[in-house]
């Protein structure tokens, strides 16, 4: 009979040691699957970003393609606006007194004159895969009218040409957050030096109360 009680009294501690390893065991899934996630946007950011600065044209349906399959289970989609990803791509320059002759915008002596963004970072080209109502760029976006809808002589699509680069204010980077280039004065590149900007953000894993499924996004730069 006692054989008996302790035998219940065993199955009723090892039932409420449940209420605490199984919680503890679905949170420790949900931070792993969470981290997870996050791992895969930022080598997403990278191979993008890698690519991007090495020329690669992800206006071109194949390697928007080859991009979607490096995302794997993110789910990035080569149809704008869907998808659970979206990877963006900006190339930015430092308008310096040499991007403003290069516009015509300097008087007799090589200084900046008429040059409104002098001084600034702005955008050269955006480009946008995936689903873009995800996540919102923290360098800002650039005016939609000023950016190239079709490719030609060589200027691919979503370029920004050097007259809307130097004076067009809706052109101007608004970096939000951690901003790399604090310089007003100099930046230490070389003139017309581009830097490349890759942002991925996807869809967060979500198990609640373990894992809210707030979106993960990462940024890397070239």
Request: glycine fraction near 10%.
């Amino acid at each position: 009979m006692r054989r008996r009680l302790q035998r219940g009294i065993a199955y009723i501690e090892f039932a409420f040691s449940l209420l605490v390893l199984i919680p503890l065991l679905l949170g420790a899934i949900g931070i792993g699957l969470s981290m997870h996630r996050q791992l895969q946007t930022v080598q997403l950011a990278r191979d993008a970003g890698h690519m991007f600065a090495r020329n690669v044209d992800f206006t071109l349906l194949g390697n928007q393609q080859v991009l979607s399959a490096v995302a794997g289970s993110l789910n990035l989609s080569t149809t704008l606006g869907s998808g659970n990803a979206v990877v963006i791509l900006s190339t930015v320059r430092y308008v310096d007194a040499t991007a403003c002759g290069l516009a015509g915008k300097v008087d007799s002596h090589g200084n900046p004159l008429g040059c409104t963004n002098y001084q600034q970072w702005v955008f050269a080209q955006r480009l946008v895969i995936g689903n873009n109502t995800l996540w919102n760029s923290s360098l800002g976006n650039p005016a939609s009218s000023i950016l190239s809808t079709v490719a030609s002589n060589g200027v691919p699509i979503g370029s920004v040409n050097i007259t809307n680069q130097v004076t067009n204010t809706t052109d101007v980077a608004t970096i939000t957050g951690f901003n790399p280039w604090n310089s007003t004065t100099s930046t230490g590149l070389p003139s017309g030096q581009w830097v490349y900007v890759a942002e991925a953000a996807a869809t967060g894993f979500r198990m609640p109360p373990f894992s809210s499924g707030n979106n993960t996004y990462a940024q890397i730069y070239f």
